[in-house]
Nanobody, 128 residues
Framework: QVQLVESGGGLVQAGGSLRLSCAAT????????MGWFRQAPGKEREFVAR????????YYADSVKGRFTISRDNAKNTVYLQMNSLKLEDTAVYYC?????????????????????WGQGTQVTVSS
């Protein structure tokens, strides 16, 4: 079992930055690949970013590539999402998720059903 708790969300102006954190407790953190997803009101959940167990490999949705950076600190059992140049369309609840099987390929990475544990989410609101 893994428990995930996100933090760092809030209200920010367009063009601004936020850093989300996701703290994990329970099973050994470094045995999980980690992902970030988001869900805007009235929309389906969408994939944002993923990082491998070691942190060496990262993968991003096209919509955030070049603006967001995912990282992890296995010593602190925490994964981060640095969000820069925020846009109105980035407004959503952001969730972190843990993938124990750690499959490969975009179809795996982007599929929320492949992730075993989820946090409760943190709201990010970008204003004009």
């Amino acid at each position: 079992q893994v428990q995930l708790v996100e933090s760092g969300g809030g209200l920010v102006q367009a063009g601004g930055s936020l850093r989300l954190s996701c703290a994990a407790t329970g099973r050994t953190f470094s045995t999980y690949a980690m992902g970030w997803f988001r869900q805007a009101p009235g929309k389906e959940r969408e994939f944002v970013a993923r990082i491998s167990k070691s942190g060496v490999l990262t993968y991003y949705a096209d919509s955030v590539k070049g603006r967001f950076t995912i990282s992890r600190d296995n010593a602190k059992n925490t994964v981060y999402l640095q969000m820069n140049s925020l846009k109105l369309e980035d407004t959503a609840v952001y969730y972190c998720a843990a993938d124990y099987t750690s499959g490969y390929g975009s179809s795996w990475y982007e599929n929320g059903a492949r992730y075993d544990y989820w946090g409760q989410g943190t709201q990010v609101t970008v204003s004009s």
